[in-house]
């Protein structure tokens, strides 16, 4: 079992950052346990996509074009935490950002892989980026 606990949210103007943080432990959990971690925005009336992924494999992290050189996604193994750290802040950013775990599959440059693929999720925490 894998327990995710997500960080750093707040209220942020338009232009902003945030720096998000995913904590992740379990009985036997190691920083290879998963072998993707991403990033999920979860706003009202909108379907989940993934902004942000990364494996412990070594290789360029995949981005969703519309975060593409404002939001950077890096792991700490030690900690085994995953942190989002997002810059220039839209307000149709707002909402509830979830971190997941996909312990068999890992992403590339080329595949975030989806949602429902992603077996652990965390309670989320929000983001609100006002105009």
């Known amino acids: 079992q894998v327990q995710l606990v997500e960080s750093g949210g707040g209220l942020v103007q338009a232009g902003g950052s945030l720096r998000l943080s995913c904590a992740a432990s379990?009985?036997?959990?190691?920083?290879?346990?998963?072998?993707?971690m991403a990033w999920v925005p979860q706003a009202p009336r909108k379907e989940r996509d993934i902004v942000a992924a990364?494996?412990?494999?070594?290789?360029?992290?995949p981005y969703a074009d519309s975060v593409k050189g404002r939001f950077t996604i890096s792991r700490d193994g030690a900690k085994k935490t995953v942190y989002l750290q997002m810059n220039s802040l839209i307000t149709d950013e707002t909402a509830v950002y979830y971190c997941t775990a996909d312990i068999l599959n890992h992403v590339n440059i080329d595949s975030m892989g989806r949602p429902r693929n992603y077996e652990y999720w965390g309670q989320g925490t929000q983001v609100t980026v006002s105009s």
């Open positions: 990364t494996s412990w494999r070594a290789g360029t992290p």
């Open positions: 379990g009985r036997t959990y190691t920083a290879t346990s998963a072998a993707s």
